[in-house]
């Protein structure tokens, strides 16, 4: 069972780059690494996905060094809107039983 | 289709009693997921639904909760005899099989029922 180390939190300002970096030593071959990002009171919502190096989409960048025992959401240019929980997630390749969240971690950007 | 729809989105019941939430996926999703969320932490696996087969169930979940998908669309949850300790969010998610790959992938959450239990 791949389990995640994130930080609790992180402070930012509005147009800062923001990297939440997520450890995960014990990732299993086929693990992805996905990560959720969630408002309160809402469900998570799916920002990116990765194997390995670097994924980008219109929201984010995931950075998956060659061991792939850490990685690194980036977030540029975040505004207020960003402040939310985000998750990052290993072990989808498996059993379901594996999906686990962990605690986050909270995003704050301040004006 | 707008997203994965749950209802309630809140309910308060009375310790004892039994309560029944509903989801509804994305049309085109034949997985559905569910599961709880309380203060602080993220979301808990309780089990999950490929088409109306129950495949999967989170080792931790008591058998006061039987989970539904009878249609391969709609889920019901259903809590018999709640207990305080079942007071959180529960969360239903769906998403599409993942073509040529084992695993869980790219899920879409629906609002969640939160659940208080007096």
């Known amino acids: 069972l791949a389990k995640t180390t994130q930080p609790i939190s992180m402070d930012s300002y509005e147009g800062q780059e923001v990297n939440i970096t997520c450890s995960h030593n014990n990732i299993a071959t086929n693990d992805y690494i996905t990560w959720y990002q969630q408002f309160p009171s809402q469900g998570p919502r799916f920002i990116i996905q990765g194997y390995k190096t670097k994924v980008t989409n219109e929201v984010a960048s995931l950075f998956i060094p060659a061991d792939r025992k850490s990685s690194t959401l980036s977030l540029p240019r975040v505004s207020l809107s960003d402040t939310a929980v985000y998750y990052c997630l290993v072990g989808v390749s498996g059993s379901a039983r594996q999906l686990t969240f962990g605690s986050g971690t909270q995003l704050t950007v301040l004006p | 289709d707008t997203g994965v729809s749950q209802d309630p989105r809140h309910k308060i019941t009375k310790r004892g009693q039994n309560v029944t939430f509903r989801c509804d996926p994305i049309s085109e999703h034949n997985r559905l997921y569910w599961y709880r969320q309380t203060l602080g932490q993220g979301p808990e696996f309780l089990t999950y639904?490929?088409?109306?087969?129950?495949?999967?169930k989170s080792r931790l979940l008591s058998d006061r909760f039987s989970a539904e998908r009878p249609k391969g669309s709609f889920s019901t949850l259903e809590i018999q005899r709640t207990e305080q300790g079942d007071s959180a969010m529960y969360l239903c998610?769906?998403?599409?099989?993942?073509?040529?790959?084992?695993?869980?992938?790219?899920?879409?959450f629906g609002p969640g029922t939160r659940l208080t239990v007096t």
């Open positions: 639904f490929q088409n109306e087969a129950q495949l999967e």
């Open positions: 998610a769906s998403s599409l099989e993942p073509i040529g790959m084992a695993g869980h992938y790219e899920q879409y």
